[in-house]
């Protein structure tokens, strides 16, 4: 028989690992992971093509270099880097805050060529301060987050990946039909 201490420690533990329930380490929550292999066409799109690739792999995915071997076949349509002033200092009118934008789009088809997502555009934004006395590390500063951006485009569209069910794709008999019905006559 239980006592009443055993009962109380016990809830206690089972709530706390009920508590845990929308946790997971990365690549093992919902959807599992990326059970495809991809081909990533970057036409004009370096850096999210090489984030794209780099998040693929890390979520289980397999690359590949031709589209015929390829489940997913993933076009990214060049990437478009912004950079826009957000605030001047009033006393020196020299440049304070800057915000860096992302601007790409993606469409995914599988090998045959059925489209399974419609071209989607994906902009993504970053603020930070511009230091007018340290010139040298706002430039790496820049293409740091640039490279950052470009992680969070990747990780949203491998995001999108990891979750698609292909369509079940059986090869299409009408053609071959009337193509043997054409040849008998």
């Known amino acids: 028989m239980l006592t009443h201490l055993t009962r109380l420690g016990l809830a206690v533990v089972l709530a ?3 508590g845990c329930g ?9 959807g599992g992971s990326l059970d495809h292999i991809v081909y990533v066409s970057a036409g004009g799109a370096n850096d999210v093509g090489r984030a794209l690739r780099t998040q693929i792999v890390n979520r289980g995915g397999r690359l590949t270099n ?9 076009d990214i349509n060049g ?5 826009q002033t957000l605030s001047v200092d009033p006393d020196t009118g020299k440049v304070r805050e800057v915000q860096l934008q992302l601007t790409t ?3 995914v088809r599988t090998q045959s060529g059925t489209l399974v997502v419609p071209r989607e555009d994906i902009s993504w934004q970053l603020d930070y301060v511009f230091d007018e006395g340290a010139v040298l590390g706002t430039v790496e500063q820049d ?3 640039r490279r950052d951006l470009a992680e969070i485009a990747a990780t949203a569209i491998a ?3 990891q979750v698609l069910e292909l369509p079940d794709e ?13 040849a008998a006559q």
């Open 16 to 18: 706390m690992l009920a």
């Open 22 to 30: 929308g946790w997971h380490l990365r690549g093992a929550g919902p």
């Open 66 to 74: 031709t589209r015929q071997a390829a489940d997913l076949v993933v």
């Open 79 to 83: 990437e478009r880097f912004e950079r």
């Open 105 to 107: 789009s993606f469409a």
């Open 143 to 145: 293409q740091v987050i």
């Open 159 to 161: 995001l999108r990946l």
């Open 170 to 182: 059986e090869p299409d008999e009408e053609p071959v039909a009337a193509v043997n019905a054409a």
